[in-house]
């Protein structure tokens, strides 16, 4: 069994900063790719952040330059940074690795942005 453990989240005015936090257990984490989800209210699931093994990482575009995506091996653990934050990045955040053939998702953090 894969667990993905999540942290972090909260309500923070907006050009505020937070930190989410993804430790996984049940699967050798340091060569799986990790990523971050998100899904607001009526919207279906989006892809927000990936980082490989080799510690490559990918932004889709309303995020890039605010969102830092990153890996720490030792810990099993992988962390989103989000900074200048924007009402409409307010949503659950889901942390995400694929393993032994199928998709597992974190149980979620909410991030609420006040305007």
């Known amino acids: 069994q894969v667990y993905l453990v999540q942290s972090g989240g909260g309500l923070v005015p907006a050009g505020g900063s937070l930190r989410l936090s993804c430790t996984a257990s049940g699967i050798n984490f340091k060569i799986h790719t990790m990523a971050w989800y998100r899904q607001a209210p009526g919207e279906q699931r989006e892809w927000v952040a990936s980082?490989?093994?080799?510690?490559?990482?990918n932004y889709t575009d309303s995020v890039k330059a605010r969102f830092t995506i990153s890996r720490e091996n030792s810990r099993n653990t992988v962390f989103l940074f989000m900074t200048s934050l924007k009402p409409e990045d307010s949503s659950v955040y889901y942390c995400?690795?694929?393993?032994?053939?199928?998709?597992?998702w974190g149980r979620g953090s909410q991030v609420t942005v006040s305007s």
């Open positions: 995400n690795t694929l393993s032994r053939g199928r998709t597992w």
């Open positions: 980082i490989t093994s080799s510690g490559a990482t």
